[in-house]
């Protein structure tokens, strides 16, 4: 029902009009325009300021797009509204949305790295014969600062053994907030299919790394 309810609202948000709720049961929802009167065709203008796009929906969808463009700005945020979700939104609003959304991403992410420790423990636990290191920086003050990452599992160090004859080196950006770059060592297996034999998480592509 919360999944509908807010596909709902989405496609009202788009269509530019205001959502009035008639009835809601626990497996039923009835919902219409308010203040309209379906006629004919439907022909009336859409509305690219819906009262429906406060802040709080805005912030919802600015979370999904940071994921793949954490650098975002207000007036890339007010595009993207625009352009994906046809609403104009005022641009403190926008403002003010693009900063809790930030917040959230950059809250989700850094709790992710909190937990490598326990990640690691996992490999090591239920994949003995796995190598899973990560390296920190020390912080005067507070928690140390990831680093590195590198992972060997074992069935990948098996299979390296088994019949690894060429093994080619990749390296990609990450668009997270926090950036970095992720580099794999692979090979192409007996069925033409990509073969990871190790990957590691490093700030950059660099000698150091």
Same mark, same amino acid.
């Given at each position: 029902?919360?999944?509908?309810?807010?596909?709902l609202?989405?496609?009202?948000?788009? &269509?530019?009009? &205001?959502?009035?709720?008639?009835?809601? &049961?626990?497996?039923?929802?009835?919902?219409?325009?308010?203040?309209?009167?379906?006629?004919?065709?439907?022909?009336?203008?859409k509305? *690219?300021?819906?009262?429906?796009?406060?802040?709080?929906?805005?912030?919802?969808?600015?979370?999904?797009? *940071?994921?793949? +463009?954490?650098l975002?700005?207000?007036k890339?945020?007010?595009?993207?509204?625009?352009?994906?979700?046809?609403?104009?939104?005022?641009?403190?609003?926008?403002?003010?949305?693009?900063?809790?959304?930030?917040? +959230?991403?950059?809250?989700?992410?850094? &709790? +992710?790295?909190?937990?490598l %420790? %326990?990640?690691?423990?996992?490999?090591h636990r239920?994949?003995?014969?796995?190598?899973?290191m990560?390296?920190?920086?020390? +912080?005067?003050?507070?928690?140390?600062?990831?680093?590195?990452? %590198?992972?060997?599992?074992?069935?990948?160090k098996?299979?390296?053994?088994?019949?690894?004859?060429?093994?080619?080196?990749?390296?990609?950006?990450?668009?997270?907030?926090?950036?970095?770059?992720? *580099?794999?060592?692979?090979?192409?297996?007996?069925?033409?299919?990509?073969?990871?034999?190790?990957?590691?998480?490093?700030?950059?592509?660099?000698?150091?790394?």
């Amino acid at each position: 029902m919360a999944m509908f309810k807010q596909a709902l609202k989405d496609y009202f948000v788009y &269509e530019g009009k &205001e959502l009035m709720y008639l009835k809601n &049961e626990s497996k039923r929802i009835r919902a219409g325009v308010l203040k309209r009167t379906f006629i004919g065709e439907h022909n009336y203008d859409k509305n *690219l300021s819906s009262n429906m796009a406060n802040r709080a929906w805005a912030t919802s969808k600015l979370v999904k797009r *940071l994921l793949a +463009q954490p650098l975002m700005t207000p007036k890339e945020a007010l595009d993207h509204m625009k352009q994906d979700y046809n609403v104009h939104i005022h641009y403190m609003m926008i403002y003010r949305a693009l900063k809790a959304a930030r917040e +959230q991403t950059i809250g989700k992410e850094r &709790e +992710q790295y909190g937990k490598l %420790y %326990y990640y690691l423990n996992e490999i090591h636990r239920s994949n003995p014969g796995s190598t899973g290191m990560t390296d920190v920086t020390p +912080q005067p003050e507070g928690r140390p600062l990831f680093n590195r990452l %590198y992972i060997f599992l074992d069935a990948c160090k098996k299979g390296f053994k088994a019949g690894c004859t060429l093994i080619e080196l990749d390296g990609c950006f990450l668009k997270g907030y926090f950036g970095g770059h992720l *580099l794999s060592a692979v090979r192409q297996d007996a069925n033409n299919s990509f073969f990871v034999i190790a990957f590691a998480i490093v700030g950059a592509e660099n000698t150091d790394s």
